[in-house]
């Protein structure tokens, strides 16, 4: 880690029974615009250590969900703890010791356009660790563009410079600026081609089982999904409906979830999947000659 997270400040928000096992619970969660309801008493509880996909049709809350925990987004009631402080009893710029024990990619990777990938990685140090030796805060931003799948050199170009898959990685480096143990991560996947996305997914793979990060992920991609998620939780009627594996939901008779999972598109991810498992098999059972 950076550097060791005060605990005084907030603390009156911390619960004494905090589970570590589970990073975040949230109970009875509701927000509402005007009249709309998106969420309505909703509970989800992420497991420590998994890749926890977060699927829905559109207007299901999915982002807002997310924004509700990061505090960005107030909930009309409902309780939501991370790390065992109370997120919505605290004010937005109240320092609660746990704002910088998480890192977010946001849609598009939401960098700022003026300032350069390793400067956009520099700007969460700076708000935490502004005692940080400049030369120090550059070498950590040479060494998360890095980590992300970007070459060195990619720290020095503005976001108007890269594709859209490299704006993803440099979103992605900034999220891990202050290495985070939660990772969010909203459609990370949404625009790159196949091959991008496939990549994408191992890298979040890779750097979940490399550094133990919890990550709550968003997406529509059921290749992903397939792909690098542990469990799978499903928002519809203002709620999580379902929690659990992919075999798991499809026993479940909600008709969105036996339309999403059953569909052709989810069984040509489940198809994807069968086949790189088989290949990595064949590939251990045959290595190479002088790989034996």
């Known amino acids: 880690m950076i550097g060791e997270q005060d605990e005084a400040p907030g603390a009156e928000h911390e619960v004494a029974d905090y589970d570590p096992r589970y990073p975040i619970v949230i109970e009875g969660l509701t927000n509402r615009f005007g009249t709309h309801a998106v969420h309505n008493e909703l509970d989800l509880t992420v497991r420590r250590g998994e890749i926890l996909g977060v699927v829905g049709g559109s207007g299901t809350g999915k982002s807002v969900l997310m924004r509700s925990i990061i505090g960005l987004q107030r909930p009309e009631t409902g309780v939501i703890r991370v790390f065992g402080r109370d997120i919505v009893a605290a004010e937005p710029d109240e320092e609660i010791g746990v704002r910088s024990r998480w890192g977010v990619l946001f849609q ?73 143990e939660l990772l969010f991560l909203d459609e990370p996947t949404a625009g790159l081609d196949p091959i991008g996305a496939a990549k994408f997914d191992e890298l979040t793979r890779n750097l979940t089982d490399t550094l133990g990060l919890t990550v709550f992920l968003i997406t529509h991609d059921l290749d992903t999904l397939y792909a690098i998620c542990d469990r799978i939780a499903v928002l519809a009627d203002g709620k999580v409906i379902a929690v659990g594996t992919v075999p798991e939901l499809l026993e479940s008779e909600h008709p969105w979830i036996q339309e999403y999972f059953n569909g052709p598109r989810s069984r040509a991810a489940a198809d994807s999947k069968q086949r790189s498992a088989e290949n990595a098999r064949r590939a251990i059972d045959n290595p190479p000659p002088g790989k034996a």
């Open 108 to 180: 598009g990777g939401a960098l700022f356009s003026t300032l350069t990938v390793g400067e956009n990685i520099e700007v969460p140090l700076k708000q935490f660790y502004p005692e940080l030796d400049r030369e120090l805060m550059h070498e950590i931003a040479r060494f998360k563009t890095v980590m992300s799948g970007l070459p060195e050199e990619a720290a020095s170009k503005y976001p108007s410079e890269l594709s859209g898959g490299m704006k993803k990685r440099a979103g992605l480096a900034r999220a891990l600026a202050l290495d985070p």
